[in-house]
């Protein structure tokens, strides 16, 4: 089993940062490939990034790419979502969840989900 928390959402206005965080704990964190997942109110969940624990590798969906980082500490177990340039579109619930697969993109192929942080922007 993998538990995972996230934090650090909120509103802020178009154009701003935000950080994310997810801490994640458990026996067999580590064999797992990291995401975060969003859902806007009325949509879908959407991929936005993914990250490996051994070498740190990314890979992002386009709608974010070159304004969002994935980020992990290992030593902390935290995997980090910063997050530039926000558009009000990006307004959604922000989840970290963890994949058995790298390069997962599919929300439903992912095997752990936190409870989910808020994130609002304002235009």
């Known amino acids: 089993q993998v538990q995972l928390v996230e934090s650090g959402g909120g509103l802020v206005q178009a154009g701003g940062s935000l950080r994310l965080s997810c801490a994640a704990s458990?026996?067999?964190?580590?064999?797992?490939?990291m995401g975060w997942v969003r859902q806007a109110p009325g949509k879908e969940r959407e991929f936005v990034a993914t990250i490996t624990w051994r070498s740190g590798g990314t890979y992002y969906a386009d709608s974010v790419k070159g304004r969002f980082i994935i980020s992990r500490d290992n030593a902390k177990n935290t995997v980090y979502l910063q997050m530039n340039s926000l558009k009000p579109e990006d307004t959604a619930i922000y989840y970290c969840?963890?994949?058995?697969?790298?390069?997962?993109?599919?929300?439903?192929?992912?095997?752990?989900w936190g409870q989910g942080t808020q994130v609002t922007v304002s235009s």
């Open positions: 969840a963890a994949a058995t697969f790298w390069g997962t993109t599919r929300p439903s192929q992912y095997d752990f």
């Open positions: 458990g026996r067999t964190v580590s064999s797992y490939n």
